[in-house]
């Protein structure tokens, strides 16, 4: 079994998930883009694949939570958003690894989509994957074999971006995986799938027959 390198950027929960606000009331902003992020590294970490994680993150607080977790901490020297930040990160693990860029928005993650989604992109070929968002359009997972840079393409249109990079897209069914957390619509979906115990907190109770939106 192959064991991945995984790289979490994770923005200051001051300036992160600005889409989302509403959501929650304002003071639990913050807390709620925390949340996300713990769930998700902690899922991370309880994934079989997984040998380490380290998150690129400028926020303490971040960095204090996650390294609690198990997760090792890198600032973000480059300062200038995801995907150099993802880069600066993957620099830090050994040259023959296999290395996965993962974002920090999916509290409804479950370890065992993950393993499967890793399992999978250590399929042949052996080149780069992703695995785009439940919409299609945006990318949850970008996964690397040893010798072969991540050259992410986070942000927009970036499932299109990574197909026209070259990475090949991973295909199986993995709706937790696949439910990034961006706007209270994403938020509502993510908990009808079941959310870590951090997001369960503070989110809303899903919209259904006792809760109607």
Not at 12 to 20: I, M, N
Not at 22 to 36: F, W
Not at 165 to 172: D, E, F, I, Q, R
Request: net charge neutral; with cysteine; glycine share 8%.
């Amino acid at each position: 079994m192959q064991r991945w390198s995984v790289v979490i950027p994770v923005k200051p929960v001051s300036v992160g998930k600005s889409r989302l606000r509403g959501a929650v009331p304002e003071a639990s902003h913050e807390a709620l883009a925390l949340a996300l992020a713990r769930d998700t590294v902690a899922a991370v970490l309880a994934c079989p694949e997984v040998g380490e994680a380290l998150v690129v993150t400028d926020d303490p607080v971040v960095a204090e939570v996650v390294t609690a977790l198990g997760a090792r901490v890198a600032p973000d020297a480059p300062g200038n958003g995801l995907n150099p930040a993802i880069r600066y990160g993957e620099s830090g693990f050994p040259a023959r690894s296999w290395r996965a860029a993962l974002t920090a928005d999916l509290p409804a993650l479950r370890p065992a989509e993950l393993a499967a989604a890793l399992r999978a992109a250590a399929g042949t070929p052996l080149r780069r994957r992703f695995a785009a968002d439940a919409p299609g359009t945006g990318t949850v997972l970008l996964t690397a074999p040893p010798g072969v840079p991540l050259d992410p393409r986070f942000g927009g249109p970036s499932a299109a971006a990574h197909a026209a990079s070259g990475a090949l897209a991973l295909t199986g069914d993995w709706p937790t995986l696949r439910r990034d957390v961006d706007t209270e619509a994403d938020l509502d979906a993510a908990a009808h799938l079941g959310v870590g115990a951090h997001t369960t907190a503070l989110a809303p109770a899903p919209c259904g027959p006792a809760t109607p939106c």
